[in-house]
């Protein structure tokens, strides 16, 4: 195949060098990164696997510029993002990256819609076109009729379908996504991995996702994995499909 | 009001939130905490109304002496005044601040929350200090109406002709000299907080749960 080729003409769209990030708890510090390096190319579909507490949260807080690191640099679209002002980094999260949180991060005052409407106001947006896009969302990820709903009104699945909704809204070039499939059960999980996917393919976005789930390495064309705050090994999928029946195995 | 920054490919960045949205989004969540609103604001209304108070029975007892003809007042006299004015703007100071610290800190997560879906710092900001003028003016209205009442019942149980003496401009001057003072230092109170939590990486302002 010529993928290669395609490969080497694409830009990255996201580069860490050698990130590490240590958290200090009183006179206790836990290196929760230890040096991490990854590539990923625009219009790829990521998958981050890793076992508990082994770093994926801390990696995305850092590739999204939520947290500083303590060491290294992450590259947005080539761009150091620590030498970035409070605005381009404001602008960033606003329009480049839809972030679905492992914990949702939903705020609890505001209905499944204004959540959803947030980032498109911050965007500039108008009120009304930013309602009826939130509303083409939340229908988008089954949730039309719970629009009004709050949060705490709303389960867990369907919580995690308000954040993708809402990760979406301004139509992101990157999605980092922590375990969007978590929550949910076998169908809606499938039925946010397709719509990952055809975000993918069609618009050509980004997608880099942490997980457990089978089903979402089996649409991803790299996966890392992270052990230990570092990167274990990288996998193409096609190098991974021998292994899945071991896999399932060892995660039984 | 649109903010520019460096266009980068032609596209022009904005990063903005209205005047209007700002004003609903923090009218909303007064709204929908009204019992946590209701409870920040009871801080503010005790503070003032005990200002107001103090304030008022003091124009209480110079109208008294004034309409009886003797400018003799007590040294004594003033000077508890002045000390219990004092004490009640104490008062005042730190039970605002410490309403408006907690209303802003046990909503650190939801802080972060916006800031990653781009809030800049300002907007945080912004959105509490309209909450906190909100809840500021109501509750020193309020406790402003409230401790002049109180103020005159005082000064109705010591004196006659309390209401027929009473020099009513200088007592309506302290009554919104008082709703000023309070509405400010409600604002000014949140605005320590507000920064803090605005200026710190959404990460942690996510996980910080007090
Ligand atoms: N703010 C923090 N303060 C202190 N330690 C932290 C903090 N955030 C994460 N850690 C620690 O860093 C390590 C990595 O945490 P992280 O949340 O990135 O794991 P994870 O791979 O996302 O796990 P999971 O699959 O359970 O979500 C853990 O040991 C965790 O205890
Ligand atoms: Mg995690």
Redesign the pocket.
């Given at each position: 195949m010529a993928e290669a080729a395609v490969d080497a003409a694409r830009e990255y769209a996201v580069k860490t060098l050698d990130v590490k990030k240590e958290?200090v708890?009183g006179k206790q510090t836990?290196m929760?990164l230890k040096g991490v390096s990854i590539e990923i190319k625009t219009g790829e579909y990521i998958s981050i696997m890793?076992p508990?507490?082994?770093?994926?949260?801390?990696l995305f807080n850092m590739i999204g510029g939520l947290d500083k690191p303590s060491g290294g640099k992450v590259y947005i679209d080539e761009v150091d993002i620590s030498g970035l002002d409070a605005f381009e980094l404001a602008w960033l999260r606003c329009r480049k990256i839809g972030y679905i949180f492992?914990t949702f991060n939903l705020i609890p005052v505001m209905t499944a819609l204004e959540n959803c409407t947030l980032p498109m106001v911050f965007a500039g947006m108008s009120s009304q076109d930013a309602m009826d896009k939130a509303a083409d969302l939340l229908a988008l990820v089954g949730l039309g009729d719970r629009i009004r709903h709050k949060p705490l009104e709303l389960s867990g699945g369907q919580q995690q379908r308000v954040a993708c909704a809402r990760a979406l809204a301004n139509d992101p070039a990157i999605i980092l996504a922590d375990e969007p499939t978590g929550n949910l059960d076998l169908k809606t999980g499938k039925e946010i991995i397709a719509l990952l996917r055809r975000l993918n393919k069609e618009k050509g976005v980004t997608i880099i996702s942490?997980t457990h789930d089978l089903k979402m390495l089996d649409v991803s064309d790299r996966i890392i994995w992270i052990r230990d705050g570092r990167v274990d090994k990288i996998e193409r999928r096609s190098d991974l499909d021998l292994e899945v029946g071991s896999l399932e195995g060892e995660e039984a | 009001m649109p903010v520019d920054a460096k266009t980068q490919a032609g596209i022009r960045r904005q990063i903005k939130l209205p005047n209007r949205e700002a004003v609903k989004i923090a009218l909303r969540s007064v709204r929908i905490r009204i019992w946590r609103s209701c409870i920040t604001m009871a801080g503010i209304v005790l503070a003032i109304a005990f200002l107001t108070s103090v304030l008022t029975s003091g124009v209480v007892a110079k109208s008294i002496q004034q309409t009886a003809g003797g400018a003799t007042a007590e040294g004594g006299d003033a000077s508890i005044q002045i000390w219990l004015t004092a004490i009640s703007l104490l008062v005042c100071v730190v039970g605002i601040t410490n309403a408006m610290l907690m209303s802003v800190t046990e909503r650190y997560r939801e802080i972060g929350t916006m800031k990653c879906l781009g809030a800049l710092d300002w907007f945080v900001v912004k959105l509490f200090l309209i909450e906190a003028g909100v809840l500021g003016l109501v509750g020193s209205l309020v406790g402003a109406l409230l401790g002049f009442v109180a103020g005159l019942l005082a000064g109705m149980s010591q004196y006659d002709h309390v209401l027929s003496s009473l020099n009513w401009g200088s007592a309506l001057l302290r009554l919104v000299l008082a709703v000023l003072i309070g509405a400010g230092l409600t604002v000014v109170g949140a605005v320590y907080p507000a920064r803090r939590a605005g200026r710190m990486p959404p990460a942690d302002a996510m996980?910080t749960e007090i």
């Open positions: 958290y708890m836990l929760a890793g508990s507490g082994s770093g994926k949260s801390t492992q942490a | 996980r």
